[in-house]
């Protein structure tokens, strides 16, 4: 590390600049400690914070990091008081402050020792700071790496180092890298991890370590690119200028991608260990030029340019922002021995083109990403990825939405997902979308079963909550019953033949969920005699195969109830007579047995008075 790579500058509470998010920012649709109110339960997609006011920050870089008291922090590339972005910081109660303004310069009239542009997310560290990385300034001029606590005390961890002169280098040098817009990553030994997209002794970026007691070191430098004037490529062996980020896979290594470089001059995928130790695991394929559009075509993607994310089956998926089959980016999977898969080519309609951030993994397993907007764009868009491997278009941006920093997405702990936009409209110098979870319905109170007579009435009922149009439909033994699509199901003069099973199912914008089954059952009793020879019968009807268990009692309130049979129902109704040498009235009791559990009919069933 260089003389003076390593500084602190530590910021009282009391030079804290905090304002009341009411005067400069717009907050709608989302309570920031519990679920979404009624707004936001009716859109996938919602805008959190609005950036009104340059002194309270503006274009935000990510979305919100979540701490453990409840709050969210956050970082803009711009605005602050001194005009080079600030950290903000968002309470529980709804309060917004400035926890810290870049470009400070009261220790260092000539040198913005903190650094400027901070164009990466925040991470936790294992000591419960927050880290971040800005592009610009710095001792240097470089960019740096710095530490932020929930109170705003500050300190700049490393400076990138100053500049070099290199002849035999097309590029600047130095020895450590530049222009880090990098999200760090904690590793499993607690130090942080991240990229340079240019700077180290051949120009080409680097991949770094900073340990939380300042201890920073170069794990690796990319080499120095060549030109191909055939392909007008810039080539080398393993890729050049590292996307913003790394990706942390089950195996503990890291990975990431390349946006140059390679043996094709494309890009690349590649891992390396904690320790520092490099191997290139894919070159993205050579490209064809359409000279109608200019595009470049391929069938995996041209110049990745987002980290990765790895999904819950262990792989990584990616963009890459151009190539594919119609020259428009790709999505794509790669396993961490280097099996290559497309996902998904961008057509430039309503999936978007040209997507130049990285994706992310959400609780639900989905992995999401976006593409951009404005000339020469089309359409943009919010795009996910399934479990099974399906691409979807969650919804389309507004045509003010340009710059979608989407290579820093965020979840909550109340499951909201959020990204940073870089707005361009009369009421926002940028904002930070939220994207409400993509759940189900549930249900709140399921059908209950029935027990009733012949030529009655029957009424199911269903409560659910769920986001959105939440439709509903009715089954009778898994056969759909047309026109059932109320949450109250109401059978009339009912006959042995409606008896058995019935649920139903709802659907909503997350998907839908089916109800447990309630039965109908009819039951039939009468007397015949009330002397030494009584004979009763009972009728019952409820779904073909059911087993039922017979019980009796001549004493209501004794509880004391005795078997007298198992009845199969092989037909409806099944018939059960009770030859009982007795003058005393007997009354019944059925119980379904099924899954070797048994399901009571509620109540009792008293000789010759039928329930209801």
């Known amino acids: 590390m260089s003389p003076g790579a390593f500084f602190s500058a530590w910021i009282s509470k009391s030079a804290v600049l905090k304002i009341r998010f009411s005067k400069w920012l717009l907050l709608v649709c989302f309570c920031l400690a519990g679920k979404p109110d009624s707004f936001a339960s009716t859109n996938i997609l919602s805008t959190f914070l609005s950036f009104t006011n340059v002194l309270s920050g503006i274009y935000p870089s990510s979305g919100v990091l979540e701490m453990e008291t409840g709050s969210l922090l956050g970082v803009t590339s711009s605005g602050g008081i001194y005009g080079d972005g600030t950290i903000f910081k968002i309470n529980r109660?709804?309060?917004?402050?400035?926890?810290?303004?870049?470009?400070?310069?009261?220790?260092?009239?000539?040198?913005?020792?903190?650094?400027?542009?901070?164009?990466?997310?925040?991470?936790?560290?294992?000591?419960?700071?927050?880290?971040?990385?800005?592009?610009?300034?710095?001792?240097?001029?470089?960019?740096?790496?710095?530490?932020?606590t929930e109170t705003g005390e500050f300190s700049v961890m490393h400076s990138f180092g100053e500049d070099?002169?290199?002849?035999?280098?097309?590029?600047?040098?130095?020895?450590?890298?530049?222009?880090?817009?990098?999200?760090?990553?904690?590793?499993?030994?607690?130090?942080?991890?991240?990229?340079?997209?240019?700077?180290?002794?051949?120009g080409a970026g680097t991949l770094f370590k900073l340990s939380t007691n300042g201890l920073f070191s170069v794990l690796h430098t990319f080499s120095e690119t060549t030109l191909d004037l055939k392909s007008y490529t810039f080539k080398n062996a393993e890729g050049a200028q590292p996307s913003p980020g790394l990706c942390l896979g089950n195996?503990?290594?890291?990975?990431?991608?390349?946006?140059?470089?390679?043996?094709?001059?494309?890009?690349?995928?590649?891992?390396?260990?904690?320790?520092?130790?490099?191997?290139?695991?894919?070159?993205?394929?050579?490209?064809?030029?359409?000279?109608?559009?200019?595009?470049?075509?391929?069938?995996?993607?041209?110049?990745?340019?987002?980290?990765?994310?790895?999904?819950?089956?262990?792989?990584?998926?990616?963009?890459?922002?151009?190539?594919?089959?119609?020259?428009?980016g790709t999505v794509f999977k790669i396993t961490p021995s280097g099996s290559f898969t497309t996902i998904h080519s961008f057509t430039g309609n309503s999936d978007g083109r040209y997507p130049t951030a990285g994706l992310f993994t959400a609780s639900d397993g989905s992995v999401y990403g976006t593409t951009p907007n404005g000339l020469p764009y089309a359409t943009s868009c919010l795009f996910k990825i399934r479990l099974s491997g399906e691409f979807s278009v969650v919804t389309t941006l507004p045509d003010s939405e340009r710059d979608i920093a989407g290579a820093n997405f965020s979840q909550a702990g109340n499951g909201n997902i959020y990204f940073a936009s870089g707005s361009e409209d009369l009421m926002a110098e940028g904002k930070i979308f939220a994207i409400l979870p993509s759940t189900p319905a549930s249900v709140v109170q399921q059908p209950r079963e029935i027990r009733s007579k012949?030529?009655?009435?029957?009424?199911?009922?269903?409560?659910?909550?769920?986001?959105?149009?939440?439709?509903?439909?009715?089954?009778?033994?898994?056969?759909?019953?047309?026109?059932?699509?109320?949450?109250?199901?109401?059978?009339?003069?009912?006959?042995?033949?409606?008896?058995?099973?019935?649920?139903?199912?709802?659907?909503?914008?997350?998907?839908?969920?089916?109800?447990?089954?309630?039965?109908?059952?009819?039951?039939?009793?009468?007397?015949?005699?009330?002397?030494?020879?009584?004979?009763?019968?009972?009728?019952?009807?409820?779904?073909?195969?059911?087993?039922?268990?017979?019980?009796?009692?001549?004493?209501?309130?004794s509880a004391q109830w005795v078997s007298l049979s198992t009845v199969k129902l092989q037909s409806k109704p099944a018939s059960f007579l009770d030859s009982a040498n007795t003058n005393s009235t007997r009354f019944y009791r059925v119980t379904r047995l099924e899954n070797s559990l048994n399901q009571y009919s509620p109540g009792y069933l008293p000789l010759g008075s039928p329930p209801h």
């Not at 400070?104 to 913005?112: E, I, K």
């Not at 925040?122 to 610009?136: E, S």
């Not at 097309?170 to 340079?196: F, H, M």
């Not at 470089?261 to 064809?288: A, E, L, M």
Request: charged fraction near 20%.
């Open 93 to 148: 109660d709804g309060e917004y402050s400035v926890l810290f303004s870049f470009g400070d310069d009261q220790l260092d009239s000539v040198t913005n020792i903190s650094g400027s542009e901070p164009l990466g997310g925040l991470t936790k560290g294992w000591d419960r700071a927050v880290y971040g990385t800005t592009q610009n300034q710095g001792e240097f001029g470089n960019g740096t790496i710095f530490r932020i």
């Open 164 to 202: 070099t002169s290199d002849a035999d280098v097309d590029g600047d040098t130095n020895e450590d890298g530049k222009l880090c817009d990098s999200t760090l990553v904690a590793g499993p030994d607690g130090s942080l991890y991240g990229t340079a997209h240019s700077g180290g002794h051949r």
């Open 251 to 328: 195996d503990g290594n890291f990975y990431g991608t390349t946006f140059d470089g390679g043996t094709n001059g494309n890009g690349t995928v590649f891992k390396i260990t904690p320790s520092g130790s490099f191997v290139t695991i894919y070159h993205f394929s050579r490209d064809i030029l359409n000279p109608s559009s200019l595009d470049q075509l391929n069938k995996d993607g041209v110049h990745p340019c987002g980290p990765l994310a790895k999904g819950v089956d262990g792989n990584f998926y990616g963009s890459a922002g151009s190539g594919g089959m119609l020259g428009m």
């Open 454 to 557: 012949r030529n009655s009435s029957a009424k199911f009922e269903v409560k659910a909550l769920g986001n959105g149009n939440v439709t509903y439909q009715w089954y009778f033994e898994n056969g759909e019953l047309p026109g059932q699509t109320n949450v109250l199901l109401e059978l009339n003069n009912v006959s042995y033949q409606d008896s058995g099973s019935y649920h139903v199912i709802i659907t909503d914008a997350g998907g839908f969920v089916k109800s447990d089954p309630a039965h109908l059952a009819l039951f039939e009793g009468s007397i015949h005699s009330s002397g030494p020879l009584a004979l009763s019968e009972l009728l019952i009807a409820d779904t073909i195969g059911s087993d039922y268990l017979i019980e009796m009692t001549d004493k209501l309130g």
